[in-house]
Each structure stands twice: as structure tokens, then as C-alpha cells.
């Protein structure tokens, strides 16, 4: 049985309390992050609840998952695509997400911005950089970094607003605070040489959120902590 309505707002209420908890510890308003609800393997529900809620977008990591969920709901939600995407899928993401966080390759460069110029938009991104550079993760290594963002600048219906990373599952609690300072240290170095602002940091799961607003996150992807646990 899913979760009813109630369950979600406490847990959101307790999320955003925690959120802000964080931010007073490290120096930062509350209104810089945003609360991304991960609503992949649960039902068309945990988006409406997201909405009802007050939120204004859900994550989602398979295309097909969130384009059939997607047209189950009556929202206004703008959807965001945070799993790995395959360049042949290009055209059905840019149709059904308004941002994709998971680019990283050129191919998959070049292959949305065929696709969102065919749709006619202008379709937000975020690279995924490997910064925690983990076997088991996608993303691209932080090396090739600068030349995807070249590439996706370069790029007439892309636009950059920033980066996204997912820390490595460890015991050492330490590693993902490295993780995603590293991220941040990539992002500033990229925007002071690219002169882009790269606004976006998404960084933080339901295990790691502390350390990700700790180190600059504007985004924090959260499952879990919120839907309970995933079948
Ligand atoms: C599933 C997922 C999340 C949410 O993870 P939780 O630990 O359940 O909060 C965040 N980011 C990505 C990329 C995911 O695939």
C-alpha cells in the first residue's frame, strides 16, 4: 500500500525543516534549494501529492516510467529526468521532460539538441559529472568536462543551468561531502573559464543531503525520505 496524503506532508514538512536546520549551520537561505520529490517505482500519487504539496517539479529515472505516470496525473508538475539516458531515447525524453539532469556524453549533446530543435524548445540541462570518480556511476569524468560543456554551450537549443552529481555509496560518510565538494570546485572553475554562471548544483539524496547543502547543493533528489522505501 502506498502512502497516504498525511504521511507525505509530515515527511516533507520534516525534510524541509531539516533543510533549513542545515542551512542555518552552513551560513545559507533555505530559498537557494530546492526539494525535488523522486517519484520513480512509486505511483502517479506520489506526483500528485508532490503538487498538492505545493512543489513544482518531480524526478523521475526511466523515460517510459514517467511518460505513462506523467499521463496519469492532472498536474501542472514539470518533470526532470535524473537517470541515465540512452542517445536512441533522446527525442522521447525531450517530449516528456522539461530538464534533463543525466547528460553526459557528446553524443547524447548532440542528439538532444537535434531533438529539442525539432521540437521547437529550448531544453534545459544539467551535465552529470562523475565527481566522486565511482565505478558503479554514470556520468562523465570530470576531465571531460570542460569540453561537454563547450560542446553543449555551443549548442542552439541546450541550455546549460548547471551540474548534477551522485555521491558514491560508502561507509565513509566523509566521501560523499568530498564528492560534492569537488563538484562545486569543477562548477566554479567552469563557469569563471566558460563565463557561464552554472547555477545549478544538484547534489543530495535521502543519505547524503546534509553534506550536499553543506557544500553548496541547490537541489537535493529525494526518494526515500520521503515515499519510503522502493519495491
Ligand atoms: C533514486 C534516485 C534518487 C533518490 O534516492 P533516495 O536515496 O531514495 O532519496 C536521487 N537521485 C537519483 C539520480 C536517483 O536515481
Redesign the pocket.
Given at each position: 500500500m502506498f502512502i497516504d496524503y498525511d504521511t507525505f506532508c509530515q515527511r516533507a514538512d520534516t525534510l524541509l525543516q531539516r533543510i533549513a536546520g542545515q542551512c542555518r549551520v552552513a551560513g545559507r537561505e533555505p530559498a537557494e534549494i530546492t526539494l525535488l520529490p523522486?517519484t520513480?517505482t512509486h505511483p502517479p500519487a506520489a506526483a500528485e501529492y508532490a503538487a498538492r504539496y505545493g512543489l513544482a517539479a518531480v524526478?523521475e529515472?526511466r523515460v517510459q516510467e514517467a511518460a505513462a505516470k506523467r499521463a496519469q496525473t492532472t498536474t501542472s508538475l514539470r518533470w526532470e529526468l535524473?537517470?541515465h539516458l540512452q542517445s536512441n531515447k533522446a527525442r522521447l525524453a525531450a517530449t516528456h521532460f522539461e530538464r534533463i539532469q543525466s547528460v553526459d556524453s557528446e553524443k547524447l549533446i548532440a542528439a538532444l539538441d537535434r531533438a529539442a530543435g525539432e521540437l521547437g524548445r529550448k531544453l534545459p540541462v544539467l551535465l552529470q559529472i562523475n565527481a566522486g570518480k565511482d565505478p558503479a556511476k554514470f556520468g562523465a569524468e570530470p576531465a571531460a568536462a570542460p569540453r561537454l560543456l563547450e560542446l553543449a554551450l555551443a549548442r542552439p537549443h541546450l541550455q546549460v543551468d548547471g551540474l548534477m552529481t551522485?555521491a558514491p555509496l560508502s561507509a565513509d560518510p566523509t566521501l560523499a561531502r568530498r564528492t560534492f565538494a569537488n563538484l562545486r570546485s569543477i562548477r566554479n572553475g567552469l563557469a569563471a573559464r566558460f563565463g557561464v554562471p552554472l547555477r545549478e548544483l544538484s547534489m543530495g539524496?535521502?543519505?547524503d543531503l546534509d553534506a550536499a547543502i553543506a557544500e553548496g547543493s541547490t537541489l537535493v533528489?529525494?526518494?526515500?525520505?520521503l515515499f519510503g522505501p522502493?519495491a
Open positions: 523522486v520513480k524526478g529515472n535524473i537517470g551522485i539524496m535521502s543519505g533528489r529525494i526518494g526515500t525520505a522502493r
